[in-house]
C-alpha cells in the first residue's frame, strides 16, 4: 500500500499590497503594529476552511535590508518568508507570486492569494481548473477582475470578517446586513 501526500493549501501574501491597503485606504496612515494583521491566524483560518494542511509563503520587497525581526517573526508563525530584490522599479514581489502560482499548476495541490492586486489575474484563471482557490482582502479593495473568476470557483474570504485576523474592528465603511447592525457602534 503506498503512502500519499496530503494534500496542501499554499497561503501567498503580497505582504506590501495588504499594508498599503491597509494604511492608505483604511487607516489613512502607517499601521502601527498592533493593528497589522494575526499572520497566525490567517494560517490556521486556510487549514480550517479547507480542512487540510497550509503552508504558507510571505513574499516582501527587500532590496538593500533584510528586516530580520519581521524574518524571524514570521519563521516562529511557520510561514517562510520570501525577501525580494530586484530593479528600480521592479515589481519583485508580483513577479515572484506570478511565477509561484504557475509553479502550483503542477501540483496537486490549493492555494490562497492574499492580495487586492489584479496583476496575477492571468495566473488564477489558469488555476481556476477544478481544484480549491481562495482571495482573501479587504472585499471593497479587491481588484473588481477577481469577480469574473467566481464562476471558475475562486472563493472569496474578507481578511478582517471572514479570517479574524484583526483584535480591533477596522474603520471600514461597508454595507452592513440587518442582522449585524449595532447602533450603537454609531452614537
Not at 503594529?33 to 499572520?39: N, Q
Request: net charge negative; charged share 25%; aromatic share 10%.
Amino acid at each position: 500500500m503506498s503512502e500519499t501526500a496530503e494534500r496542501t493549501t499554499y497561503v501567498l501574501i503580497d505582504g506590501e499590497n495588504i499594508d498599503a491597503t491597509l494604511g492608505t485606504a483604511i487607516l489613512s496612515r502607517r499601521p502601527q503594529p498592533e493593528e497589522r494583521p494575526r499572520w497566525d491566524r490567517l494560517l490556521k483560518f486556510a487549514a480550517d476552511q479547507w480542512g487540510q494542511p497550509a503552508k504558507g509563503l510571505f513574499f516582501l520587497a527587500a532590496n538593500n535590508e533584510l528586516p530580520m525581526s519581521f524574518i524571524q517573526a514570521l519563521f516562529a508563525l511557520g510561514y517562510k518568508p520570501i525577501p525580494l530584490s530586484g530593479g528600480p522599479g521592479d515589481k519583485v514581489v508580483d513577479m515572484a507570486i506570478q511565477r509561484t502560482i504557475v509553479e502550483l499548476q503542477s501540483r496537486d495541490a490549493d492555494m490562497m492569494l492574499v492580495s487586492h492586486d489584479g496583476d496575477f489575474l492571468p495566473q488564477l484563471e489558469q488555476l481556476c481548473d477544478g481544484r480549491k482557490v481562495g482571495l482573501i482582502a479587504f472585499r471593497e479593495f479587491r481588484n473588481a477582475g477577481f469577480v469574473g473568476l467566481a464562476d471558475k470557483g475562486l472563493e472569496f474570504f474578507d481578511l478582517e470578517y471572514d479570517v479574524q485576523a484583526f483584535n480591533a474592528r477596522l474603520p471600514r465603511v461597508r454595507i452592513i446586513p440587518i442582522d449585524e447592525f449595532e447602533p450603537a457602534d454609531f452614537l
